[in-house]
């Protein structure tokens, strides 16, 4: 039985076996009060990221100067692409950080559909997010006037399993080149099977193309096992990567066919020679386009550093803790007072961040981060978004987040916030 | 009669109105001989970029995490953008800072492609970036089956005016849906009347794309008055943004048919209703696709600020007052030992960079590198270049590089270097 009361919280922390990763991050003592639980739009800031951008800006732009891109810059894409591969069952040269999260996956569905053709459609659901249905939309574009995106409908909660399926072996399959979805949906925190999913995309005859944005860096992930085809994610979310720091991007070793859309120069197999006729790079490399921002690119690294130290199944083991916890409060708490879970039940069917309904989801939001000290966020038109990094949260902030939670509505903070429009990505 | 004597130079550096501007850069005190003459590949570091990135990191993400993209951060690209559109003859929202120059190159060139249906002709040229040319290509390939790319050949020094003006009004004219040019040529300099180009180009009722790289914030530049249609340009050569900082992308307020072929949520409408169907942003912002990474967009800024504030009639007479002091010393004492200037001679078609030839450019290059810390970049086969940061280099500095490139070759400190290749972007 699980002992929900703020002394089984304390117990909890005293035996997590990540606690210490917490000191690993900056915070504002200024502001000891603050309860960060938004780490899935943006993570925190790495206390080993201050000494590193020192150094990229004083010593390797400040004193090397040009010098730099000989001395490692040039690399910097690959080999960090290299690190996060050991997150994601990847091997080297199959993911490198570029562009943004969108960029990589137009790209990446523009090679796709390429790599098809005569079937003309692109699958996904209405949990994906709606910027990477309006890329896919583009990349539809890109690839000819008969191409199109087919955005099946879900419960707002679960992945539209038995959907996919029937949409994959009904009439209209054999028409699917692409199958592309979130692993984790940016709303209710819906997690798919990576795995299984892959192998119908597959016995379908189409390829696969995972955004790992909200789950990269807190979800175990093996793209080699499922023989996924393409992958893109956000590194400034579990990863901690910095603010819009670039994407990652996984191609798969196995399909050499996969050609970049936007080849530039940062993708060819002869960037210094020159040349107007090069030919592309081997690997994820030739997906690279133009160069890098090199400051935000290098950052990625001490967050990815920490993950793989933490390990990923620590990560899991803390994050299903935390949400299990959260959730059951929840419903102890914060149902008598108007929410409503909107995030499975199931902790293997969910990433780490849980939705809750509130009919007065904006207000409550924004009492929440200026009031209450508890960032959270609002997706529209209903929910709170609660995120727990695992590095950085612990079984305490699960307990006084809900407390704080309870506390607004109930003095009425919610009141002063009505029609307050927050602008988070 | 110019006094090219070592007086002659220290003269001109007393009376320098921008000589104060040096030590808004980071110099390397425990490298005090280090000439920095590739401004042109990599601007210097302002010192105040150093105060600005504390504050982005320790206080910005580190404190206030994601509740600064309600602070600032979601407006970065458009208001830095406002200030470059100030350097370039731009009005407000017709600037933007995104990606690379490669992706916003890829953009606006299918952009322009789609507005003009019917024509199927990129016209470029052989001086421009062999970068540029392979996303020409991959715009075009993205546009439709029929569409092609035509490189025109020049002398390697000059643009080919008379050529672009046949291949425009002769035949096949009428196919010509875009003209995209680099606005200063990264190999020998050469600088295109930007307005008397694209009069002409409009004149066969094709679209202009400029690429600004290596003219922003070194070579006068009045977009508007020409009424040009699309420009991109680097922001971490003469702007001094850092290794591999946002591109820049212009669009033509009065262009409102030219449509993002790559849209994504930063681009739309309604960024924050996380609806599928959200329509374009007004302005250059409709180009923006996905989150940019603020670090590497945030520290454009400094470098934008000092150029604004040196004004560009004062680095325009002191970048050709360089250049044609370094031209001179070169036919003077660099001539003798096989050098020869590959850079146009007329002040008026240059920016501010000079490519010498050499047999052994790249063993020179190597050297004055590696040896003379004279830093230069080597561009194959056969040349040498040299950027004359205007913000930071002075006369003396001229005089000194050319003095070390006669030492090195005239004491054989190139035969060390041969078959050495050096990777600089």
């Known amino acids: 039985m699980t002992d929900l009361t703020p002394a089984g919280a304390a117990a909890l922390d005293a035996i997590d076996p990540l606690a210490g990763f917490r000191s690993a991050f900056v915070h504002d003592d200024s502001d000891p009060d603050l309860i960060y639980l938004d780490g899935n739009s943006l993570g925190r800031l790495p ?6 951008a020192d150094d990229v800006l004083r010593r390797q732009w400040g004193r090397r100067l040009i ?21 994601v069952g990847a091997g080297p040269d199959e993911v490198v950080l570029a562009d943004s999260t969108s960029v990589v996956l137009y790209k990446a569905a523009v090679a796709a559909l390429k790599a098809r053709p005569g079937r003309t459609r692109i699958l996904t659901d209405d949990l994906n997010f709606p910027s990477d249905i309006q890329v896919l939309r583009a990349a539809a574009e890109a690839a000819g006037p008969d191409h199109e995106v087919v955005v099946l409908p879900t419960d707002s909660i679960h992945g539209p399993v038995a959907g996919l ?37 597959h016995e379908a ?9 909200h789950s990269v860096g807190v979800v175990p992930i093996d793209l080699g096992a499922a023989d996924a085809d393409l992958a893109v994610g956000c590194t ?33 197999d002869d960037p210094m020679g020159f040349g107007f006729d090069a030919g592309p790079a ?21 967050g990815v550093d920490l993950t793989l130290e933490a390990g990923m ?14 959730i059951s409060l929840a419903d102890l708490h914060l149902a008598p007072l108007g929410f409503e879970v909107r995030t499975p039940r199931d902790p293997g069917q969910r990433g780490s961040h849980v939705a809750l309904f509130h009919a007065e989801a904006q207000a ?41 939670t309870v506390d607004i509505v109930e003095s009425g903070g919610i009141d002063r916030w009505r029609g307050v429009q927050p602008v988070v990505p």
């Open 282 to 302: 081997d690997g994820a490399s030739r997906f690279l386009t133009g160069t890098p921002p090199i400051l935000s690119t290098a950052l990625v690294e001490p």
């Open 47 to 52: 206390t080993a990221s201050l000494d590193l």
């Open 165 to 201: 399926a029937d949409a994959l072996v009904g009439q209209g399959g054999a028409d699917v080149a692409l199958v592309s979805l979130s692993h984790v949906a940016y709303r209710s925190g819906w997690c798919w099977d990576l795995a299984a999913t892959t192998r119908i995309v």
């Open 205 to 213: 005859g189409a390829l696969v193309l995972w955004d790992l944005c």
């Open 364 to 404: 409550v939001s924004q009492a929440l981060v200026n009031e209450a000290l508890v960032i959270s966020d609002y997706r529209p038109p209903d929910l709170v978004r609660f995120g727990f990094a695992p590095l950085y949260i612990g079984f305490t902030d699960v307990d006084e987040a809900v407390r704080r």
């Open 67 to 87: 010098r730099s891109w000989n001395e490692g810059w040039f690399e910097t894409p690959q080999r960090i692409g290299d690190r996060i591969a050991e997150l």
């Open 236 to 268: 400034y979310k579990y990863l901690n990567g910095g603010p819009g720091s670039p994407a990652l991007l996984y191609v798969n070793a196995d399909r050499t066919e996969l050609r970049n859309p936007l080849r530039g120069w940062y993708g060819s």
């Open 313 to 326: 199944d620590r990560i899991r083991a803390k994050s299903v803790a935390l949400t299990e916890r959260f």
